[in-house]
Nanobody
Framework: EVQLVESGGGLVQPGGSLRLSCVAS????????MSWVRQVAGKGLEWLAA????????RYAESVEGRFKISRDNGKNTVTLQMNDLKSEETGVYYC??????????????RGQGTQVTVSS
């Protein structure tokens, strides 16, 4: 059974940073491209970033490019999202998911339970 467990969310002031982590199990992590997506209140699911299976290549949504960085550690089955210069409108639930690097992200892909990020002063 595929399991994705996110952590690292919390309350941060506008302009601040957070580092999210996701531990994966139940599939061959090192051969699977991975993504981060988010659900902001009142909006649909938004794809943010993807990383190739080996970790050497990444893709970003225009809205986060230059501020967010996705990475992975295949030895620990972990994918990470470093988020800088956060904005209040980015408050929401952040999920890690499979896919999204070689093809456009499929919004029905399996996700974890999510981690809440609140950007507020």
């Amino acid at each position: 059974e595929v399991q994705l467990v996110e952590s690292g969310g919390g309350l941060v002031q506008p302009g601040g940073s957070l580092r999210l982590s996701c531990v994966a199990s139940g599939f061959t992590f090192k051969t699977t491209d991975m993504s981060w997506v988010r659900q902001v209140a009142g909006k649909g699911l938004e794809w943010l970033a993807a990383v190739s299976p080996g970790g050497g290549a990444t893709r970003y949504a225009e809205s986060v490019e230059g501020r967010f960085k996705i990475s992975r550690d295949n030895g620990k089955n972990t994918v990470t999202l470093q988020m800088n210069d956060l904005k209040s409108e980015e408050t929401g639930v952040y999920y890690c998911s499979t896919g999204g690097y070689f093809r456009d992200y499929v919004f029905s892909a399996v996700r974890g339970q999510g981690t809440q990020v609140t950007v507020s002063s």
